[in-house]
């Protein structure tokens, strides 16, 4: 493990079916983010919260929503999904989004298949 | 734009080989650079980060080398092993307010055979 953890490892989900993705981090970041990483593709920054707060939305559509209710966790509230949305879903967690320097800690991903 | 490239994007050896992987970055204008390794359907593992100011870190076998002027990064794996096999990425923070948007290349296939 690597100190940022992700729940489920793997989510199998309708298209009409709402479910959420976790991710806990215990390593005093203030930063957390959501990638997507689908086949063949270099990885995709889809949200970033700073200190709870959501900084960046990188142009997701609103069948995603994210929730950070405190520092160490995120989540990925997923609804009404498009099959081409199965991907791996990675969380990453950092010092502080400003301190580049630090560098960025990746969970082991939710592989996400949308039937 | 920051844009990021790995060469060679598949690659398979023998074990033993000393291997270097190849990244590029357009603009040299970063703060970091980061390497690091995915196994099959896995998340990333950290493997090295390298500062702006450095030439190079080294963590056991591996050593990763900076030079800003030309926008490349080398990862040197000495002595490959099967348990090397894995992909391996290179990273650079966005440049200026951008610096929270980690900007990945397409990553090298590496496989190492017994």
């Known amino acids: 493990e690597t100190g940022v953890t992700q729940t489920p490892r793997h989510l199998v989900m309708g298209m009409t079916n709402k479910k959420s993705l976790k991710c806990e981090q215990h390593l005093g970041h203030n930063a957390m983010y959501w990638y997507k990483q689908s086949a063949k593709k270099p990885l995709e920054l889809m949200f970033v919260y700073n200190f709870k707060e959501q900084t960046e939305n990188n142009s997701v559509p609103s069948r995603f929503s994210p929730e950070c209710p405190n520092s160490s966790h995120l989540f990925l509230h997923l609804h009404t999904l498009q099959p081409e949305d199965s991907a791996l879903y990675l969380c990453?967690?950092?010092?502080?989004?400003?301190?580049?320097?630090?560098?960025?800690?990746f969970g082991s991903g939710t592989r996400l298949t949308v039937v | 734009k920051q844009e990021v490239t790995q060469i060679p994007a598949a690659l398979s050896v023998p074990e033993g080989e000393n291997l270097v992987l190849n990244c590029s970055f357009t603009?040299?204008?970063?703060?970091?650079l980061q390497w690091f390794r995915q196994d099959p359907g896995k998340g990333l593992t950290s493997l090295l980060l390298i500062q702006s100011s450095q030439r190079e870190q080294t963590s056991g076998r591996l050593n990763a080398s900076l030079d800003k002027s030309s926008g490349r990064s080398t990862l040197y794996i000495a002595a490959s092993q099967p348990g090397d096999s894995a992909t391996y990425l290179c990273a650079v923070p966005g440049l200026f307010y951008n610096t929270d948007k980690l900007i990945f290349g397409t990553g090298t296939r590496l496989q190492v055979f017994p």
């Open positions: 990453a967690s950092s010092q502080d989004r400003t301190e580049a320097n630090y560098g960025y800690t």
């Open positions: 603009d040299s204008a970063i703060y970091n």
